[in-house]
Structure formats: structure tokens, C-alpha cells
């Protein structure tokens, strides 16, 4: 089994900064990707912001140069920093661990977390 652990959301006034932390744990063998998705009321769910094992970055353009997506020092984790946060922001956030090699599955996997609420206030 594999588990996705989000943590970081909040309230947060317009211009403000958050930071997201999403630790992927169980019977991971590797990870080739991670990213955050990001889901409105009423909205589709959208990809924000993905990180590759080789640290290859890719970003939707409403956020670039404003979110930045890190690798974390521990193995499996990656962060989403938010700043100049806008009331468009505000969403359910997901974090995903993409094309996973586990030691319980035949086939690589992709798993979600349970989600982390961010509120920008304007």
C-alpha cells in the first residue's frame, strides 16, 4: 500500500504565502513523479505544479513565479510554496505520486492524498 500524508493548508489573506507538504509513504520502490492538484468548487480538478525524480519542474501558468514545487531532504517528500496568493487560488489541493513502483503491485500506480484546504481571503 501507498499513502500520500498532505499537510499546510489554511486561511490566508490575498498577497500571502503558504506552504504545502505532501510525504509519500508504504511499499514505494520509486517514485517518477510528484505534483499538486488543485480543485475549485464547481471546477475540475487542475494540475498546479509537478516535479520529476530527476527534478524536472512544469508549472500551469497561473501560478508561475509565484508557486514553486520542491523536493523535500526526505526520500518521497515534495512541497508546494505559495506566495502573492490570489482569491483564485482558493481550492481543495491534492498531492499525487505518479507511475509508482511498489513492492505489492505488478503494474505501476498513481496515488492521491485525501486533500488540504486553502482559503485566500481578499
Known amino acids: 500500500q501507498v499513502q500520500l500524508e498532505e499537510s499546510g493548508g489554511g486561511l490566508v489573506q490575498a498577497g500571502g504565502s503558504l506552504r504545502l507538504s505532501c510525504a509519500a509513504s508504504g511499499s514505494i520502490i520509486s517514485i517518477t513523479a510528484m505534483g499538486w492538484w488543485r480543485q475549485a468548487p464547481g471546477k475540475q480538478r487542475e494540475l498546479v505544479a509537478i516535479?520529476?525524480?530527476?527534478?524536472?519542474?512544469n508549472y500551469a501558468d497561473s501560478v508561475k513565479g509565484r508557486f514553486t514545487i520542491s523536493k523535500g531532504n526526505a526520500k518521497n517528500t515534495v512541497y508546494l510554496q505559495m506566495n502573492s496568493l490570489r482569491s483564485e487560488d482558493t481550492a481543495d489541493y491534492y498531492c499525487n505520486a505518479d507511475r509508482v513502483r511498489s513492492t505489492t503491485q505488478a503494474v505501476l500506480g498513481s496515488y492521491w492524498g485525501q486533500g488540504t484546504r486553502v482559503t485566500v481571503s481578499s
Open positions: 516535479i520529476t525524480n530527476g527534478g524536472s519542474t
